[in-house]
């Protein structure tokens, strides 16, 4: 077993010296529902545990407050907070049901949002310890081996799944997340902040080992409907086989903007600008739903064990978006 140092900063200036100094030996850690496990089963070489909870400067990092317009969320805050808080629910009921609907009531009281978004992916390779690319190797075991859980968009040359659920439904509102590192501060639009394993198959987003994810803003737009769907392999407690983020700006019973995002099939959020072209200026029917419902899989590359995925997430985006058109 490893000798773990915990360290508590004051602040998140002093978070990100402590970080910088250590390198890949110090990891922040928010709740530590996903660090904790990797570093058991020696999945990651944290010894180090730059802990935020500790941080005297806590105040907008566990918090849910306005803005001007919209609202401020640390990243401290937990699922649980989010999925009730009253700010969050009444307008953004998107990303309060995308905070219930992970985990386990446990994991989700102690489990953060910016945890949440940075958490490592769960594809079963990684989890195992094999000498995939995401361990510094040179090949995907999941690509031609148990992949029924593996992606089918955005694959190549790694084709896990991002795993978060809250990701796609911040992305559909617009957010954007605030980054504090060695240089100071940067804001980046949540859509920009996942990359591709093509791009750089070690990470999956643009955070530097030395930065941490501060808060998060996310806009207020008047009349946006959102809504998180998710489809599990069993009942409950445990990631998307696939989901979607969905947010629509009416005017009247026609559509003016819409945003639609598919979580746990691609190693990013996977943005459907396709769909959110088609539906723009439209009222929502029977039959335009299932033309969203087919243009979302348009281009789907499934591996050999996971082609259910493609008529999985059809039906979802059909029928969400018809739910969801219905409520108007
Ligand atoms: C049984 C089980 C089921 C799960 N099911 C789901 C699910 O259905 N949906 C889902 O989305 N997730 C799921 N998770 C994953 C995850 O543990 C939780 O979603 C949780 O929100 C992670 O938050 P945390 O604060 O505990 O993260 P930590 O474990 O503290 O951190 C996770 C990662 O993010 C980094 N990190 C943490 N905070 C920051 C920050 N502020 N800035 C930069 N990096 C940071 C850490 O270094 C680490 O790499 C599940 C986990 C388990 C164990």
Redesign the pocket.
Known sequence: MRRLTNVNPASLVESVERLTADGTRA???????????MIKDDLVPTEVLVN?KGLTERGSLDLVETEPVGIRIG?LVT?AQLSTHPLVTAQYRGLAEAAGS???PQ?RN???V???I???PWCWYFRQNFPCYKHGGNRCFSRVGENEFNAIFGGGPSYIVH????APALITLGANFRIVGPSGERVISASDFFTLPRTDVSRENI?EPNE??ANIYVPSTPGLRSTYAKVLDREA???AVTSVALALEMDGNVVSRASIVLGGVAPIPWPLKAVEELLAGQRITESLAAEAGRLAVDGAQPLSKNGYKVTLTENLVRNTLQSLANEV
Request: glycine share 18%.
């Open positions: 990891a922040v850690v928010g709740g530590g529902t996903d660090l904790l496990g935020l990243g699922l992970a985990a386990t994991i102690v489990g953060t910016a945890g949440n940075c958490q490592r795993p978060s659920d809250t955070l941490v994810l407690w445990t990631h």
